[in-house]
Structures are given as C-alpha cells and as structure tokens.
C-alpha cells in the first residue's frame, strides 16, 4: 500500500516555463514533506521542505505548495532550466524521523 | 564540508557470499539511515539508528540482512548470505536528531549479486 504517490512518471517542458510536480498522499498523520532532486548515479539531493502548519514554502526558484484537504502536495519550479533534469521524489513522515518516499517523476527540460 | 560517504560505489559479487557496505555519515549528524532502491519498489528504508542505536529495523528484509553502527562516524550493512533479488542500489543517509530534518544521502552502492 503505496501512502505516498507520484502518480506521473516522466514529465517534459521547455526551458523558461514551469515545471509543475506532484504528489498526494493517503496518511493523514504525516506532518512534514520533502521534495529530493537525484541525478543518476548520484543520491537524492534534498530541495525544500514545507511543516503541515504551512500551506506554501518558497526557495528561490522551487515552491512547495500544501494542500491538506486533497492530501496533496506540488512543487513549482520557475522558471525551468536544463539543469533541473532529474527524478524529483516526494517524501513525508509523520511525527518521527521514517520518512516514506513516492517513486519518482523523471522530468525533462528541453532546451 | 564532506558528506555522506559510502563504499564501495559498485559490487559485483557471487550468490551466497558475504557482502558489507560502508557509511560515513556526516559530523555531527546523530541520525544513520539505511535504504534500498529497486525499480518496483522504489526508495524504501531498511533500518535508522539514533546516536549509534538501531531505533527502527521494520524495513529489513530478513535475517540475512544485519547493520551496526558501533561508533558515530561509521556504520555497515551486512548481507549474508546474498541472494539475486538483494541486487539494488543501497543508500545510507544522516541528518540531525529529530523529526522535520531534511536527510542528507549518499551517492549509494549499486550492488549486483551474480
């Protein structure tokens, strides 16, 4: 039982534009989310983190958006560039240190 | 500042032998996490330790799969013996105690069992 879901494998836009991920959840006791940037052959690099208290935390070009009522979560890179090629993982915990990860969403910048 | 550093990158080994993956989490971090990533199963974590003792080891898979941390600096993750299906890319990940601090990973050993 998947409790976090990145329901949309790949996804591909163009340099200058923005790059909307997602990612929804199931367990209602998770109270902190992460979103992870990895390269391959490189492990994930943490982004931008966002509590349950709030419903938007932004760094520079990354926004993490919350929605506890859908159980739902994006990040908004603006605007987009090549260098952000990667698999982008959600991640939440609830109230401890285990945090449960979603399966990636590989996205593409095209130039 | 150094990272999270594991070894070796890469293993290829036979079925049936030992096999220890390294960490080195970074200073001053007092939380060690093991995880492995497989295509169909994604990122899961295995076990984590809080100032070198095991908290949580639900993620493990069996008893073939053993880890310790017996110093601050430094941990392993031990398989024995391997099978086939243990063939993933196993990260390890420190970060400060606590829960609501961002983990920070290591490039990961790829691990093929033959």
New interface residues.
Partial sequence: DQQVKQNSPSLSVQEGRISILNCDYTNSMFDYFLWYKKYPAEGPTFLISISSIKDKNEDGRFTVFLNKSAKHLSLHIVPSQPGDSAVYFCAASAWSEKLVFGKGTKLTVNP | DAG?IQSPRHEVTEMGQEVTLRCKPISGHN?L?WYRQTMMR????LI?F?NNVP??DSGMPEDRFSAKMPNASFSTLKIQPSEPRDSAVY?C?S?L????????????TRLSIL
């Fill in positions: 999270v939380s996490f994604g990122l899961e974590l984590y809080n908290i949580d990260f990940a970060s105690t606590g829960s609501n601090q961002p983990q920070h990973f290591g490039d990961g």
